[in-house]
Each structure stands twice: as structure tokens, then as C-alpha cells.
């Protein structure tokens, strides 16, 4: 029975070693979410501001007069 008093604390510590690695891997891992996040906001606010810009342009700017559906026809027909 003595060898089993001599195995807690070791195993104690091994639990306690794994836990520590978990926590690093853990940390690392929201560290890395949080980048992706702050990235994906990055996108999102020039996405916002490029649609401001393309709400705030006039309606006709891409309109080149009246156009014939027999003008879109490719030249073989």
C-alpha cells in the first residue's frame, strides 16, 4: 500500500500538467479567434463603407442610352 501513497502525488501532478497544457492550447486558441474576428470586422466596415459610396453614386452613371436587345446579339446572328 505504500507504493499507492507515492502514486497520488505523481499523478496529481501529471493531471495538473495536463490541465496546464490544455489551458496554454485554449489561450492560443481564442488569441487566434479573437485575430479572426477583428479581421472579419476589418472586412465588414470597408464592405459598409464601399456600399455608402455606391448608394451615394447618381442612378444613371452606369445607364449608356436606351439599349435594343438586338444590340446584345453576338455578331453571328
Same mark, same amino acid.
Given at each position: 500500500?505504500?507504493?499507492? $501513497? ?7 501532478? #501529471? ?23 477583428v479581421r472579419q470586422q476589418e472586412q465588414i466596415d470597408l ?9 451615394? #453614386?447618381?442612378?444613371?452613371? $452606369?445607364?449608356? $442610352?436606351?439599349?435594343?436587345? @438586338?444590340?446584345?446579339?453576338?455578331? @453571328?446572328?
Amino acid at each position: 500500500m505504500s507504493n499507492r $501513497g507515492m502514486d497520488k502525488p505523481n499523478d496529481t501532478e #501529471q493531471r495538473l500538467m495536463a490541465l496546464e497544457i490544455k489551458a496554454a492550447f485554449t489561450e492560443d486558441l481564442l488569441d487566434q479567434l479573437d485575430q479572426v474576428i477583428v479581421r472579419q470586422q476589418e472586412q465588414i466596415d470597408l464592405l459598409m463603407r464601399e456600399l455608402a459610396q455606391l448608394r451615394e #453614386q447618381p442612378r444613371d452613371e $452606369g445607364v449608356v $442610352g436606351s439599349r435594343s436587345p @438586338h444590340d446584345d446579339l453576338p455578331p @453571328h446572328y
